[in-house]
């Protein structure tokens, strides 16, 4: 058995995954307990599946190093001016 702990909490997430040794033991313990009563709350039993493929985001060349933190499309990256001296040191009163 594996129960998920909230990183932030530390408290159970609310589900848990359950490994069977006998692949015919999941269809019944399924039917059995779905829709069970547990400490006065309904539990819902199924079978798990794998997580959906996400979608990957497309970089361009104007995204930048860092992917959409740099330069903004048409448009080129500014020097950050008297922090790399660029435009002269900046003078004390």
Same mark, same amino acid.
């Given at each position: 058995?594996?129960?998920?702990? /909230?990183? $932030?909490?530390?408290?159970? *997430?609310?589900?848990?995954?359950? &490994?069977?040794? %006998?692949? !015919?033991?999941? +269809? ?5 307990? /779905?829709? $069970?009563?547990?400490?006065? *709350?309904?539990?819902?039993?199924? &079978?798990?599946? %794998?997580? !959906?493929?996400? +979608? ?5 060349? /104007? ?31």
């Amino acid at each position: 058995m594996f129960l998920p702990i /909230d990183r $932030a909490t530390g408290k159970p *997430r609310g589900f848990a995954f359950i &490994e069977f040794s %006998d692949a !015919a033991a999941v +269809p019944v313990a399924i039917e059995k307990l /779905d829709g $069970a009563d547990l400490q006065g *709350r309904t539990i819902r039993v199924s &079978e798990a599946r %794998d997580r !959906a493929p996400r +979608p990957r985001p497309s970089f361009t060349p /104007d995204d930048g190093p860092f992917g959409g933190f740099g330069a903004r499309p048409g448009k080129s990256a500014k020097p950050k001016g008297s922090r790399r001296n660029i435009r002269g040191r900046k003078r004390g009163f």
